[in-house]
């Protein structure tokens, strides 16, 4: 079967349909862009922007920047020609818009994720440090092209990223611990505005 051809050859490890067949807790929402793609396939217009918020769940140790479940921004937009320039772009604005980061509190490392090339990590500057806030990339071909048949053709792309709220929250709200927006401190929750 070509699934467990690609996961032994590319992957380098048994591959089981058994286990494959379990049920697993979400760790990301990248399900929810190939949902999109499936219906977006269907239709005459092929342009667009969709975004979804997901819970996720990792096996983290649980600390100031990480929890085991956290709450994700899922996006990817859709276009004729677009390109690593526009994608850093949305990412850009993103971090402009929801936690006013500077030009200079924003930056970009390459990264690797398996359905996208290039791909990227962001990360905004949070007092003396940078946080890592997410990933995103371009979906590659043989990503879109079952859902898009004519992308190839028709020169459409698609943006894709996964941000953490939580993470981004911290940011607005200037948080050390991330474990301060679960927090049941009433006076605490009273100071912090979820106003834009």
Same mark, same amino acid.
């Given at each position: 079967n070509a699934v467990k051809k690609i996961h032994e050859k590319k992957w380098n490890y048994s591959w089981s349909k058994e286990k494959a067949s379990e049920v697993i807790l979400r760790p990301q929402v990248t399900v929810l862009s190939a949902l999109t793609l499936a219906k977006i396939g269907k239709n005459k217009d092929k342009e667009g922007k969709y975004f979804a918020i997901e819970r996720c769940f990792r096996p983290d #140790? #649980?600390?100031?920047r990480h929890l085991t479940e956290f709450n994700q921004l899922e996006g990817i937009v859709i276009g004729k020609e677009l390109n690593f320039k526009h994608l850093l772009g949305v990412l850009k604005l993103i971090a402009k818009e929801v #936690?006013?980061?500077?030009?200079?509190?924003i930056r970009f490392f390459p990264d690797y994720y398996p359905f996208t090339e290039p791909s990227v990590e962001l990360? &905004?500057?949070f007092g003396k440090e940078w946080l890592e806030v997410g990933g995103a990339g371009i979906f590659r071909e043989e990503v879109v092209s079952p859902f898009i048949p004519e992308a190839k053709e028709e020169k459409i792309r698609v943006l894709a990223f996964g941000l953490g709220i939580d993470r981004l929250a911290m940011i607005?709200?200037?948080?050390?611990? &991330?474990?301060?927006?679960f927090s049941k401190n009433l006076n605490f929750l009273r100071k912090v505005k979820c106003q834009p």
């Amino acid at each position: 079967n070509a699934v467990k051809k690609i996961h032994e050859k590319k992957w380098n490890y048994s591959w089981s349909k058994e286990k494959a067949s379990e049920v697993i807790l979400r760790p990301q929402v990248t399900v929810l862009s190939a949902l999109t793609l499936a219906k977006i396939g269907k239709n005459k217009d092929k342009e667009g922007k969709y975004f979804a918020i997901e819970r996720c769940f990792r096996p983290d #140790v #649980v600390d100031a920047r990480h929890l085991t479940e956290f709450n994700q921004l899922e996006g990817i937009v859709i276009g004729k020609e677009l390109n690593f320039k526009h994608l850093l772009g949305v990412l850009k604005l993103i971090a402009k818009e929801v #936690v006013d980061a500077k030009e200079n509190e924003i930056r970009f490392f390459p990264d690797y994720y398996p359905f996208t090339e290039p791909s990227v990590e962001l990360n &905004i500057k949070f007092g003396k440090e940078w946080l890592e806030v997410g990933g995103a990339g371009i979906f590659r071909e043989e990503v879109v092209s079952p859902f898009i048949p004519e992308a190839k053709e028709e020169k459409i792309r698609v943006l894709a990223f996964g941000l953490g709220i939580d993470r981004l929250a911290m940011i607005k709200f200037k948080l050390n611990d &991330i474990r301060e927006l679960f927090s049941k401190n009433l006076n605490f929750l009273r100071k912090v505005k979820c106003q834009p």
